[in-house]
């Protein structure tokens, strides 16, 4: 699930996307060519991701055991969720609000819009799919540190205001969507959507253009972003287990602090030129 800091708003443009529901079994009937695009997609991207993803995330796919030549189905995921970390995953529509979104993860449910991109947006799409949801995010649902962060992260967001949930959604956005970790064998992965993206794979790694920061969780606060780029910046976990010291961190002081300082100036262009400064 995405928010778009610099549209202000819960991905407002809306989707041509709707999500399948399952049957009473919790089974959702997919399409051949649905199945194709998954097996395709996983195809390339599990051979992207090898010495790219941090080791958490590559246990954690070792535990889910993710079908490769069709759609996972939820309730096959969920029974190794649950034995694992306790967390599930909720079947949801293409788009959900922000209560919604805060009120699933406070109650370890991860949320898993049912549909999968259309061949025409193979490379890169704005909407979160299932190949997105389940690809990039529930191995590391395994991971006890990152299982704690992203619960902790939901019940915080469920009683904040509006105005400090837009705050909260950028930490989320650079650690559990694009956040990078050190390792002894270098600088990795764990963001579910740079791990679902194969370009953004090898360009949050390798190439020289983006900025690449040690996590202030501050910082994190005050750093606005594009939903629709490549990132001009990521911010790097020292280890991954700190994720457990963000957890336990006073994060609603920060968003204060934060809102204090105010919001730092993007390293990206406007969206477009003609409504520069009608954020
Ligand atoms: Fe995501």
């Known amino acids: 699930?995405?928010?778009?800091?610099?549209?202000?708003?819960?991905?407002?443009?809306?989707?041509?996307?709707?999500?399948?529901?399952?049957?009473?079994?919790?089974?959702?009937h997919w399409s051949d060519e649905e199945n194709q695009v998954w097996s395709e997609l996983f195809d390339r991207q599990i051979k992207l991701i090898k010495n790219r993803a941090c080791d958490q995330y590559h246990d954690g796919l070792d535990i889910l055991q993710l079908s490769n030549d069709r759609i996972p189905q939820l309730p096959e995921l969920n029974k190794k969720l649950k034995k694992t970390t306790g967390w599930q995953t909720a079947e949801v529509p293409a788009l959900?609000?922000?209560?919604?979104?805060?009120?699933l993860l406070a109650n370890k449910q991860f949320p898993v819009a049912t549909f999968i991109r259309t061949r025409e947006e193979f490379d890169y799409l704005q909407e979160p799919d299932i190949f997105h949801e389940v690809f990039g995010h529930c191995?590391?649902?395994?991971?006890?540190?990152?299982?704690?962060?992203t619960h902790t992260y939901g019940k915080l967001g469920l009683n904040a205001s509006k105005e400090d949930r837009v705050f909260l959604a950028r930490l989320y956005w650079f650690t559990v969507e694009f956040g990078l970790v050190?390792?002894?064998?270098?600088?990795?992965?764990?963001g579910g959507g740079i791990l679902s993206s194969p370009g953004e794979t090898i360009y949050a790694l390798e190439?020289?253009?983006?900025?690449?920061?040690?996590?202030?969780?501050?910082?994190a606060l005050r750093t606005p972003y594009r939903i629709d780029i490549m990132q001009p910046l990521y911010y790097i976990l020292e280890q991954f287990d700190d994720l457990f010291t963000l957890s336990e961190m006073d994060l609603m002081a920060l968003v204060q602090q934060a809102k204090t300082l105010g919001l730092f100036e993007p390293l990206f262009p406007p969206k477009e030129k003609k409504v520069s400064g009608q954020n």
């Open 1 to 28: 699930m995405t928010y778009d800091d610099h549209r202000g708003s819960f991905m407002s443009k809306g989707t041509q996307y709707k999500s399948r529901e399952s049957d009473s079994n919790g089974i959702i």
């Open 96 to 103: 959900i609000n922000f209560s919604e979104f805060f009120r």
């Open 139 to 149: 191995p590391l649902l395994t991971n006890p540190a990152f299982a704690h962060f």
């Open 182 to 190: 050190n390792t002894a064998d270098g600088l990795r992965i764990y």
């Open 207 to 219: 190439s020289a253009t983006p900025v690449r920061k040690p996590l202030e969780p501050v910082d």
